[in-house]
């Protein structure tokens, strides 16, 4: 008995969050079909212009604008930031640097410099155990 192999696809909001555009700056064709894995790796490996144009001018998905700002998403909400946000956006709260943000950064900060003291920590214990 041959078994077929069946290909893999997924919804254009998994492949959007993939490749890290916003869904509903997409093309109408791309927000309507579904998209295969060997789609995706080609869209990865050498986008269309339209999908470098999101990625350089957006609008950005939460994910991305936490991450160009040095927040966490929960740091975007609580900064009142809902809405996707494009790259001169984010260009122009990191000039105006609002209480929120310079809050929400040292928070983050605090948040990597206790993450890796406990890796830290954790790494001298299995030592230890060794």
């Known amino acids: 008995m041959t078994q077929h192999q069946s290909t893999q696809t997924m919804k254009p909001a998994t492949a959007a969050k993939k490749l890290g555009v916003y869904l509903d700056a997409t093309p109408a064709d791309f927000r309507e079909g579904v998209v295969s894995r060997a789609e995706l790796n080609s869209l990865q490996s050498d986008p269309p212009q339209w999908l470098r144009d999101l990625r350089r001018d957006g609008p950005h998905p939460r994910p991305v604008v936490a991450a ?36 929400e950064r040292a928070t983050q900060a605090e948040v990597r410099k206790e993450t890796a003291r406990l890796k830290k920590r954790d790494a001298e214990r299995a030592a230890q155990e060794d």
């Open 68 to 103: 160009k700002l040095g927040v966490s998403i929960a740091g975007l909400a609580r900064g009142g930031v809902t809405e996707a946000l494009t790259t001169e956006q984010i260009e122009a709260l990191k000039e105006q640097r609002p209480e929120w943000l310079e809050r």
